[in-house]
């Protein structure tokens, strides 16, 4: 039988659900990997360079090992279609099938267009320790909030990696999509430059294997502290796959007698918990989840929107973590609760922008997780923040980057500060701006905002979005 493996969000071939069975199944293999244009966002987006620096570097190690990734370009139907017409023996496909999103909608589209063609479509759950259908409250309705779904999930017992027999002799070498993979090349060449990763299983894996050895004994304690840097690191690699979900899992529950070991599992569990929200909720990158919070006028002030996201508002953490987006592309969780709360209750700007801002710039981006971040941190969520508590910017950065550390490593100009005043240096008398060589208003900006009346404000106008609704 003549099949194809069609790879998305799994450029691995260890531990791949979807190849296993294709490389046991059929006598000859096409490996697939198709760019829809549809679905590209703009040649300025690190997370667009950063997921085809990945599809580029999986394409090379298939290579080094005598077999061939195919890659098309444009749309699906074209790519079949070429397909079928070279290989009219072509019978099977297979798929690691997504549950939700525009992966879903792709997924459905494929499916009319392959069964058409006569193309049997073989599709497994391999994304998740559990898929969204799996964890069910007792009277099988999904779960709203995370403890009890956490409390499920822990008692179900978590899939084994799955061991790939690579057979490169039922590999398809002979060069299909000529003029596809020259535009795929170009496409490349004109994304920016992501030198602040190195992608590739071989990379997570390592990635991976640091992680355990320096940080996992401490993660409970260090995890929430920017500076400390003691978090992983694997959203990008868990986000294209290049590592899968069940190889991290094993390595860090066999790792024994280390203390962080649960904290980073619960992590895990919310990955699986904002996959089945969103497979729930599939509206949500649209609608607010909780539908009281529908109807907030947001204040939606562009200039506000583009400081924030320059990190020119005059808060440092957030101008910290602002800048380093911009600069490498990912950011500590910490720092994202911080920046989503303060441009929706601060600036007042819709959580939706944001969510958008963060697609395109985020190297991890994955749309369950960041469509579920955003309305935790704008309290329209699933078992989010509550409306009416929320963060201060200035003690978040006093509490969480006590040093000031993290603001100095992004922010320049306060690098010479030596007090608590780096939190909010509009404090700073005029003598000690001189002496640490920073004029608030000209060197570094006055806070954009009152975080003390925007408080308010932001309460009043969820507040009334509730009587509307
Ligand atoms: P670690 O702390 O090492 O955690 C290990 C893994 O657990 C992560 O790689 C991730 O897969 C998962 N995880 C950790 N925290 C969460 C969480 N809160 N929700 C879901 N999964 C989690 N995560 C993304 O992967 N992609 C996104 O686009 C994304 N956008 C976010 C937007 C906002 C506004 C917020 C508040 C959070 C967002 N997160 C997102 C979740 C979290 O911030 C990142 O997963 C984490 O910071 C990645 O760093 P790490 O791999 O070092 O994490």
Same mark, same amino acid.
């Given at each position: ?145 995370? #403890?009890? /779904?956490? *409390?499920?999930?822990? !008692?179900?017992?978590? %899939? ?6 690579? @057979? ?110 969103? #497979?729930? /909720?599939? *509206?949500?990158?649209? !609608?607010?989840?909780? %539908? ?6 947001? @204040? ?170």
């Amino acid at each position: 039988m003549v099949a194809v493996m069609w790879f998305r969000r799994d450029l691995r071939v260890e531990d791949n659900t979807a190849l296993k069975h294709a490389l046991e199944e059929a006598d000859s293999l096409i490996l697939l990997f198709h760019v829809n244009s549809e679905q590209l966002l703009n040649e300025t987006s690190k997370n667009e360079a950063a997921f085809f620096k990945s599809v580029e570097t999986f394409r090379k190690t298939l290579d080094d090992r005598g077999a061939t990734l195919h890659l098309s370009f444009g749309n699906l139907t074209d790519c079949f279609t070429k397909l079928k017409k070279k290989f009219p023996e072509w019978t099977d496909i297979y798929v690691n099938r997504d549950e939700n999103g525009y992966g879903l909608k792709r997924d459905i589209l494929a499916d009319s267009i392959l069964y058409d063609l006569g193309i049997r479509t073989h599709a497994f759950h391999d994304h998740y320790l559990h898929s969204a259908h799996e964890v069910k409250t007792n009277t099988q309705t999904s779960y709203k909030v995370f #403890t009890p /779904y956490f *409390n499920k999930w822990k !008692e179900y017992s978590k %899939p084994s990696m799955i061991k790939v027999e690579f @057979d490169e002799k039922k590999i398809v070498t002979s060069s299909l999509f000529k003029e596809d993979k020259l535009r795929f090349e170009s496409f490349i060449e004109k994304h920016p430059r992501m030198t602040t990763i190195q992608t590739g299983s071989v990379a997570a894996k390592e990635c991976l294997d640091t992680f355990v050895e320096n940080n996992l004994q401490k993660y409970d304690e260090a995890r929430d502290y920017p500076s400390q840097d003691a978090t992983s690191h694997l959203s990008h690699y868990l986000r294209t796959g290049e590592i899968s979900i069940r190889t991290v899992y094993d390595r860090v529950s066999q790792a024994e007698g280390f203390q962080g070991k649960e904290t980073f599992i619960k992590e895990l569990a919310w990955r699986d918990f904002y996959n089945m929200i969103y #497979t729930s /909720y599939p *509206n949500q990158k649209n !609608e607010a989840i909780n %539908p009281e919070f529908d109807y907030i006028s947001w @204040d939606n002030n562009e200039e506000a929107f583009d400081r924030w996201k320059e990190g020119e508002t005059g808060f440092p953490i957030v101008d910290a973590t602002m800048r380093q987006l911009k600069e490498t592309g990912w950011i500590h969780n910490r720092l994202r609760m911080i920046t989503a709360s303060f441009l929706t209750k601060d600036l007042l700007i819709d959580w939706r922008w944001g969510e958008r801002h963060f697609q395109e710039h985020l190297i991890d981006y994955d749309s369950a997780n960041n469509i579920g971040g955003w309305q935790w941190a704008s309290s329209t969520g699933a078992d989010s923040a509550p409306y009416f508590r929320v963060f201060n910017p200035t003690t978040q950065s006093e509490r969480f980057d006590k040093d000031g550390l993290y603001i100095k490593q992004y922010v320049p100009e306060l690098r010479e500060i030596n007090n608590k005043k780096i939190h909010d240096p509009s404090k700073l008398s005029v003598a000690e701006q001189d002496s640490f060589g920073v004029i608030i208003g000209k060197d570094y900006p006055a806070p954009i905002v009152s975080h003390k009346d925007r408080r308010k404000m932001a309460i009043e106008l969820y507040e009334l979005s509730k009587e509307v609704y």
